[in-house]
């Protein structure tokens, strides 16, 4: 049987033109898959495109080139009203800063009412809005009482639970999960991934969870992409990558990640990468990576390394390793 892809992304690019006709590639034709009911991890270091990429899927931001593909559809050509409502009830977005993203002169009842309010597909009498906001507050673990509160008056996860339940209410195949957890206490990180978790199983949901904490995407993902300078290093399995990491980028992330043993932890050997992330505006010609990997070779610095698969479901964009 084969996958049942909900989204795809085909050679993907989001560039933004600034001063003197220079351009930023802030994601350079990336290609992913997302199987439905399943979570594509995507890491990388601050600054390589994550969260451009998240945008761009859902149309925050429009695509320079390159496809995303939603059930079957091309959507990343469209813009009308009418279009981005639809696209509104497929695909949500969770994001990094939960206050930010909340309407402080909003109660909390409006704020996750306010996409059934702006669609024009969606009608519902007042008490049958305020049953469905309730009933969401209550699937993410708030009750009826924190309904005609404003935003100021939470805490953090309590806010970000508020920001679930806001993309939950278009009931959505696909969330784009944006840093979800980074600016929470580590005790409420854990109780915001475990819901995450409860809500794909009982929804059957789709997430793309973007993060910097390696060890959370190694505890939800079914698949990771690695990102580098706004491109896929590498790409396969969450146990095969953590297992088997090939590209040298690869390596030295996953070289940091702590490990609780600190007999182990002192033991193993850290990779340290020199010199700084080249700039998104003036990138190597060949390999993005060249200019900080330590096997670099000419070759490296002229041609640009395809994403090739090195083993089943297994892709590295490396010249080392692909040859």
């Not at 953090?156 to 959505?172: C, D, T, V, Y």
């Not at 060949?286 to 090195?310: I, N, S």
């Amino acid at each position: 049987m084969g996958k049942d892809i909900i989204l795809q992304t085909e050679n993907l690019k989001k560039y933004f033109r600034i001063r003197r006709g220079r351009v930023v590639k802030a994601v350079d034709d990336v290609s992913i898959e997302v199987e439905r009911g399943k979570t594509l991890g995507l890491v990388g270091e601050s600054g390589c495109g994550k969260s451009t990429l998240g945008r761009t899927i859902i149309r925050i931001y429009d695509p320079t080139e390159g496809r995303v593909i939603l059930n079957g559809k091309d959507v990343s050509g469209k813009s009308t009203k009418r279009f981005r409502q639809d696209l509104a009830r497929s695909v949500q977005m969770i994001f990094q800063d939960p206050y930010a993203c909340l309407n402080p002169r909003m109660t909390v009842n409006d704020l996750i009412a306010e996409g059934w309010d702006l669609n024009h597909e969606i009608h519902y009498s007042a008490a049958e809005r305020r049953e469905k906001a309730l009933e969401l507050l209550n699937i993410v673990g708030l009750n009826e009482e924190h309904a005609n509160r404003f935003p100021h008056e939470f805490s953090g996860g309590q806010r970000q639970r508020i920001g679930i339940a806001r993309a939950l209410s278009m009931n959505p195949e696909l969330i784009i999960c944006d840093e979800p957890i980074s600016a929470l206490d580590v005790s409420i990180q854990a109780q915001v991934m475990n819901l995450l978790l409860d809500l794909q199983r009982k929804q059957n949901l789709s997430y793309i969870f973007i993060a910097h904490d390696l060890s959370m995407v190694r505890y939800i993902s079914d698949t990771v992409a690695v990102m580098y300078l706004g491109s896929i290093v590498e790409y396969a399995d969450n146990r095969e990558l953590y297992e088997h990491p090939q590209h040298p980028y690869t390596k030295a992330l996953f070289s940091a990640i702590p490990v609780a043993n600190p007999a182990a932890e002192k033991k193993r050997q850290r990779i340290k990468l020199e010199g700084e992330i080249p700039s998104p505006i003036n990138a190597p010609k060949g390999c993005k990576f060249c200019t900080r990997c330590p096997h670099a070779t000419p070759r490296c610095f002229e041609e640009v390394p395809q994403l090739k698969e090195c083993a089943p479901g297994h892709k590295v964009a490396c010249h080392l390793i692909n040859g």
